[in-house]
């Protein structure tokens, strides 16, 4: 069963909220974060990307710029910014996009249940970027990246948690830039506390990371690597847990730079072989599995995949694995999407144009759209102790960085 707790989170002060609030250190590029927060001295971003603050050619991994890190988390906390909660608490979390509601509560979640296989995954890590985070934290001695989990829906817990939005004035409610909507409630009542801590431990076996997991397994590198200097609060990291019925998960699209030397008709030809290939008039997003968009010379193209060019087990059946295996891998001798360097990924946010216009740019060759990932076809891989292949779920809304910070 699923081990949680409160903690006293770092948090802004009411009034600098909404401006401290960022996105995702990992959705943004550090030109992007640059611009992001060039006007704003309280973006977070100043803590989750220093090199911002630092000359443009400096090593982004270098230890300067998590000395800098730490630097301006001391400033923020020194200047009232940033302010910690006098006791331990839990936090709910509302983010509204288009008139869509998700609510999440904030709270610790156990290494040991990580290590354990209780909180389930997904996907593959990549070493650098366990590095980046790890190098992180244990310099600024701060969980400020929060792991967005998933649990299967109880409705003990659901009710529980609109109790706590009724019966309380939100922490913070703003508007962000990109017009999502985010509330937060804190629950320092030592009963609901109790009461929210014991049905996770009795209704939720499981919980499964959704988005955040080289945030994970940095936070229980950095617990092992801290050995008998660990303190309490490195049991645990910063995590959200949704219920799985309030979940939205997009499609996450493919680009790739070259045609592995075929040439458009060549290529199509190829393709034939495992698919059902119809140009289309518009830009195609697949209204169902085993649908794909395809853009190339300046068009738009259905594909199906035929019989026998996939199995019905749960790794097998991903719309990315087909595409992968009989497009990325045979056709184009794309082994390894992790590391190979003539494709890259573009999430469902961005839309369909983005992929026109890395294409029509010359930048990109091809760009494939794919139908999104389910949520039990998340559950049902995390559940049979299999891997997704690397970039294939897209979560929106994303959490804000900055709202609410472990320290360790």
């Known amino acids: 069963m699923s081990t949680i707790v409160p903690f006293q989170a770092l948090r802004p002060a009411p009034q600098f909220a909404g401006q401290v609030a960022s996105k995702p250190y990992d959705v943004l590029n550090s030109h992007e974060a640059r611009e ?21 050619n400096v090593d982004t991994h270098s230890q300067e710029v998590y000395d800098k890190a730490k630097e301006n988390l001391q400033s923020f906390i020194e200047k009232g910014i940033l302010i910690q909660e006098d006791k331990p608490c839990y936090y709910i979390y509302q ?5 869509r509601s ?32 790890i190098d992180h934290m244990k310099t600024i001695h701060a969980q400020t990246g929060n792991v967005f989990l998933a649990y299967r829906s109880v409705t003990a817990i659901d009710d529980l948690i609109e109790g706590c939005k009724r019966e309380s004035a939100p922490l913070y409610d703003f508007k962000a830039e990109d017009g999502v909507q985010h509330t937060v409630w804190v629950v320092n009542d030592q009963g609901t506390i109790d009461a929210i801590t014991g049905l996770f431990a009795t209704e939720v076996p ?22 008998s200097e660990a303190s309490e609060s490195s049991n645990y990291f910063l995590t959200t847990l949704f219920p799985s019925d309030q979940l939205h998960i997009l499609d996450y699209n493919r680009l790739v730079h070259d045609l592995n030397g075929a040439s458009v008709e060549e290529f199509i030809t190829n393709l034939s072989k495992d698919f059902f290939v119809g140009k289309v008039d518009r830009a195609f997003s697949p209204e169902q599995l085993h649908e794909f968009g395809m853009y ?20 097998g059946v991903l719309d990315v694995s087909i595409l992968q295996k009989n497009i990325l891998d045979k056709l184009l001798a794309i082994k390894d999407p992790r590391t190979d360097k003539r ?51 897209w979560f929106e809304p994303k959490l804000r960085d900055g709202l609410l910070t472990h320290l360790i």
């Not at 971003?45 to 630092?54: A, P, Q, R, V, Y």
């Open 36 to 56: 992001e927060a060039a006007d704003n001295p309280y973006s977070f971003l100043h803590i989750t990307k220093s090199e911002i603050d630092m000359p443009l």
């Open 95 to 99: 983010l509204v996009m288009e008139g």
């Open 102 to 133: 998700q609510t999440g509560l904030v709270c610790g979640s156990s290494v040991s249940d990580y290590e354990k296989g209780i909180i389930k995954k997904h996907e593959l890590t990549r070493p650098d970027k366990e590095k980046d985070r």
């Open 206 to 227: 499981f919980t499964y990371i959704a988005d955040g997991h080289h945030r994970a397994a940095s936070a229980a590198k950095v617990r092992k690597a801290l050995g």
């Open 296 to 315: 190339l010379g300046g068009g738009w193209y259905k594909l199906v995949a035929k019989d026998g060019t996939y199995s019905t087990d749960p790794i």
């Open 343 to 393: 494709i890259d990924f573009v999430g469902g946010i961005r839309g369909l144009g983005e992929l026109e216009k890395r294409v029509d740019s010359g930048e990109m060759k091809a760009a494939f759209s794919l139908y999104p990932v389910s949520i039990q076809q998340l559950f049902d891989i995390a559940d049979s102790g299999e891997i997704m292949p690397p970039k294939s779920t």
